[in-house]
T-cell receptor, first 115, second 110 residues
Framework: EAGVAQSPRYKIIEKRQSVAFWCNPI?????LYWYQQILGQGPKLLIQ????????DSQLPKDRFSAERLKGVDSTLKIQPAKLEDSAVYLC?????????????FGAGSRLTVL | GENVEQHPSTLSVQEGDSAVIKCTYS??????FPWYKQELGKGPQLIID?????GEKKDQRIAVTLNKTAKHFSLHITETQPEDSAVYFC?????????FGAGTRLTVKP
């Protein structure tokens, strides 16, 4: 089966600019996650969707980050305005359902550099 | 919320030796413990997982053990090969919330 697709793979912007990342999960996977992975750290959950509804966005910095999954398939993550500390890899992952019975499959990630 | 600690942060072994990475977790409700391998420029890939009703699981050269009482779990890689060199992450998950350790950079020297 096709994996989790993400784009762009790399993005360099200046602080205060905006950026958007796109994710297409594995076909049929109802649950989609966005993680932020800062260099040298483990992934940190930003937001979790179940179909097109938000399950958990408690760690999303909502003053600058937003995410949507309008039709329950593709998702976009936006940062506006970007700060230097947003430099990281943004990973998208999906699972068939919800909860620990389902294996998380990650995409290759989108690497953001904020100058 | 869940807090996962992982040790060591770096590990260097000779090809053919064994490697052990240890993690502890804080939330007794966590019931699923996967291990991911991340190679440079790629997303994390699941290599093995264990659920809270199991104490040990093996898959060829890789094994994971879980001690629920002590809230720790470990990854064991035997007969290491250069292609095992990567960053390994443990994670702990309750129903919805998966938290990752900070990662272990494993280097296998030929």
């Amino acid at each position: 089966e096709a994996g989790v697709a993400q784009s762009p793979r790399y993005k360099i912007i200046e602080k205060r600019q905006s950026v958007a990342f796109w994710c297409n999960p594995i076909s049929g996977h109802a649950t989609l996650y966005w993680y932020q992975q800062i260099l040298g750290q483990g992934p940190k959950l930003l937001i979790q969707f179940q179909n097109n509804g938000v399950v958990d966005d408690s760690q999303l910095p909502k003053d600058r980050f937003s995410a949507e999954r309008l039709k329950g398939v593709d998702s976009t993550l936006k940062i506006q305005p970007a700060k230097l500390e947003d430099s990281a890899v943004y990973l998208c992952a999906s699972t068939l359902g919800q909860g620990g019975a389902n294996v998380l499959t990650f995409g290759a990630g989108s690497r953001l550099t904020v100058l | 919320g869940e807090n996962v600690e992982q040790h060591p942060s770096t590990l260097s072994v000779q090809e053919g030796d064994s490697a052990v990475i240890k993690c502890t977790y804080s939330d007794s409700a966590s019931n699923y413990f996967p291990w991911y391998k991340q190679e440079l420029g790629k997303g994390p890939q699941l290599i093995i997982d264990i659920r809270s009703n199991v104490g040990e699981k093996k898959d060829q050269r890789i094994a994971v053990t879980l001690n629920k009482t002590a809230k720790h779990f470990s990854l064991h890689i035997t007969e290491t090969q250069p292609e095992d060199s990567a960053v390994y992450f443990c994670a702990a998950m309750d129903f919805n919330d998966m938290r990752f350790g900070a990662g272990t950079r494993l280097t296998v020297k030929p």
